[in-house]
């Protein structure tokens, strides 16, 4: 991923991209919900195998209901952004994609590899409060 111009060698720097709830997203029935949040998991899956992505995982407690998750990708923030949009979840509509670029002090931050992925050590319902 080419360098921001004016950023000083001293930062990594990675794409963010934001899953957003659109204002109105398409009234969608609770087995397609299923079957998309599915094919959106093993979509991103594919993605930190392919080391496109170095880290990804659902919002919490956040201020704006519409944040639902984010993704640190290793790419450029255009190709991040084409990549994110072929998710299933946002092809269909239920999802939508913001993207930046985010510059950190180098070293300060690590994403070592999971044995397996992510939803196997922690199950996604024990995310909820």
């Known amino acids: 991923m080419d360098r921001p111009r004016?950023?000083?060698?001293?930062?990594?720097?990675r794409t963010l991209v934001f899953l957003l709830r659109p204002e109105n997203p398409p009234d969608?029935?609770?087995?397609?919900?299923?079957?998309?949040?599915?094919?959106?998991?093993?979509?991103?899956?594919?993605l930190a195998a392919r080391g496109i992505t170095a880290a990804n995982g659902?919002?919490?407690?956040?201020t704006d209901e519409r944040l639902r998750g984010m993704s640190v990708y290793t790419v450029g923030v255009?190709?991040?952004?084409?990549?994110?949009?072929?998710?299933?979840?946002?092809?269909a509509g239920w999802l939508t994609v913001e993207a930046a670029r985010w510059c950190v002090a180098e070293g300060r931050i690590a994403f070592p590899q999971y044995p397996r992925p992510v939803g196997e050590v922690v199950p996604f319902e024990e995310l909820d409060d």
Not at 6 to 13: R, S, T, Y
Not at 83 to 91: G, Y
């Open 28 to 46: 969608l029935a609770e087995e397609t919900l299923a079957d998309l949040q599915r094919r959106h998991l093993a979509y991103g899956a594919d």
């Open 58 to 62: 659902p919002m919490r407690q956040q």
């Open 6 to 13: 004016g950023v000083p060698a001293a930062f990594d720097v």
């Open 78 to 91: 255009e190709e991040a952004l084409a990549t994110a949009r072929e998710d299933p979840m946002v092809r």
